[in-house]
């Protein structure tokens, strides 16, 4: 495997692992994204097997041990299965997580003791970057799940939001809202609940100018209007369930 490195926002670098053996024939990418500042925060850390790779590429950039806080969108073994291996190359680094991951999952199985972040909370992590976390449970997947937003560049970081496959550009401005409505289709993923589409244009209120999606491109233009987009389509699927 190669993980590959792209600056997508100024300051913000994602590292991406293409892996063509899932969802064949398109495959499918893991990205992870390290923030800079005087306090670097990488979202996500990748499967524990991705972590030699995801290692190397994140050493093309800064030192490891330079890392101050990681954070990533819900417990799952893609977006922290190696948390513990970071944080054992980080000595500085701590976990930044909602309460709620914080109290089902990380406590416990953190080799440091977490953060807990309420809704809304900021981090300021240097250089002018301000790091707010955002509750979305349940939006895609579970009670735990959230996002964070890097005020300074206006760029979402969106965890499973917007999944396709494929191995598409770095960065794109075309279409990410039809690709995540098949890769939806295909996967059946979300918990579809009431909700979802409120929570999904409350984030559109923050007007991002980059999406940083898990899998699939990182996305530059009108944010709001590819949340709103994928917020209609969840309440049809929604209104579509209570239906049946």
């Known amino acids: 495997m190669e993980t590959k490195v792209c600056e997508i926002a100024d300051g913000i670098y994602r590292l991406s692992t293409f892996v ?8 499918f990418t893991f ?7 005087d306090e ?16 190397q590429a994140l050493s093309r950039i800064i030192p490891p041990s330079q890392l101050r806080w990681i954070a990533f969108g819900h417990f799952e073994a893609d977006e922290c299965g190696a948390m513990n291996e970071w944080l054992a190359v980080a000595p500085q680094a701590q976990l930044a997580h909602g309460h709620t991951g914080c109290n089902v999952s990380l406590n416990d199985m953190a080799d440091r003791a977490p953060r807990p972040l309420a809704d809304g909370e900021v981090i300021e992590i240097g250089q002018g970057r301000r790091i707010r976390y955002i509750d979305t449970p349940h939006t895609p ?11 300074k560049t206006a760029t979402l ?13 770095a960065l794109t ?6 690709p995540a409505i098949a890769g939806e289709d295909m996967f059946n993923y ?18 991002p100018r980059t999406l940083a999606l898990m899998h699939g491109p990182s996305f530059q233009g009108d944010g709001a209007a590819a949340l709103r987009a994928l917020a209609d389509d969840y309440d049809c699927r929604g209104a579509l369930r209570r239906a049946a």
Not at 20 to 27: C, Q, V
Request: with cysteine; charged share 15%.
């Open 20 to 27: 063509p053996e899932i969802a064949p024939p398109a495959g």
């Open 190 to 207: 979300s918990s579809l609940n009431p909700g979802m589409g409120a929570t999904l244009r409350g984030l559109a209120k923050l007007a």
């Open 141 to 151: 997947h579970g009670w735990d799940a959230g996002v964070v937003f890097e005020e």
């Open 40 to 55: 670097p925060l990488m979202f996500h850390t990748g499967y524990r097997k991705m972590f030699s790779t995801n290692l």
């Open 31 to 37: 990205n992870q994204f390290l923030i800079l500042g």
């Open 173 to 178: 401005q075309g279409d990410i809202v039809g």
């Open 157 to 169: 970081m969106c965890g499973d939001l917007f999944t396709q496959t494929g191995d598409g550009p």
